[in-house]
């Protein structure tokens, strides 16, 4: 049974520092894993998605990579913003099971 | 209009009722997903559909029931409603090739 895990569960940091959100996951045959940003009481928005043949994504301010044989991905936020405090989420697919979050605050 | 549709949006209902929730997409993907979020837990699978005639159970589908109507069309039933399915409910999509998925708005239900 696949089992995904994200540290840390909260994370509170200046504006303009860089960050990284992790996410873990017990069983490798995964066919890809998905970033997402959820607003409080919205839905899901997606960020980023890695096929399981890839290392890394890339959109403006944000990386991820996936390292399927230690079960990892990172989330890399460059240069963070007050508005990107949400909560970030990944899944893993085959049938896309999410861990419970990291929820990020950015102050001012 | 979105491309994946939840309806109710919020519902408050009373223990012991049935009630149904509805998702269409205009997305056409052949999978279909419900899940259930609380505070603090994350997002649970409640049942998946690969397609039409291909449901399956996830994590936690004791107490609910899904009928997949067409391609575009995933309902979400509870037989008997009780207080700890209070939560918020969220439909997605995928096409058959695993990539990008795609969420509902979500549906705020309210068992009292």
């Known amino acids: 049974k696949q089992e995904v895990t994200q540290i840390p569960a909260a994370l509170s940091v200046p504006e303009g520092e860089n960050l990284v959100l992790n996410c873990s996951f017990t069983?490798?045959?995964?066919?890809?894993l998905q970033w997402f940003r959820q607003d409080p009481g919205k839905g899901l928005t997606s960020l980023l998605l890695i096929q399981s043949s890839q290392r890394e994504q890339t959109s403006g301010r944000l990386n991820a990579s996936l390292d399927k044989s230690s079960g990892r991905s990172t989330l890399y936020i460059a240069a963070s913003q007050p508005g990107d405090s949400a909560t970030y989420l990944c899944?893993?697919?085959?049938?896309?099971?999410f861990g419970a979050g990291t929820r990020l605050t950015v102050k001012p | 209009d979105a491309d994946v549709t939840q309806t109710p949006r919020n519902r408050i209902t009373k223990t012991g009722k049935r009630i149904m929730l509805e998702c269409s997409q205009t997305?056409?993907?052949?999978?279909m997903y419900w899940y259930r979020q609380d505070p603090g837990l994350g997002l649970r699978l409640i049942y998946y559909s690969f397609d039409v005639k291909d449901i399956n159970k996830g994590e936690i589908s004791d107490g609910y029931s899904v009928s997949r109507q067409a391609q575009a069309k995933f309902s979400l039933s509870l037989e008997s409603a009780i207080p700890n399915q209070t939560a918020l409910y969220f439909c997605?999509?995928?096409?058959?090739?695993?990539?990008?998925?795609?969420f509902g708005q979500g549906t705020r239900l309210t068992v009292v």
């Open positions: 997605a999509t995928s096409d058959r090739s695993y990539t990008e998925a795609f």
């Open positions: 899944a893993v697919r085959y049938d896309m099971r």
């Open positions: 069983d490798s045959a995964i066919y890809n």
């Open positions: 997305k056409g993907h052949d999978r």
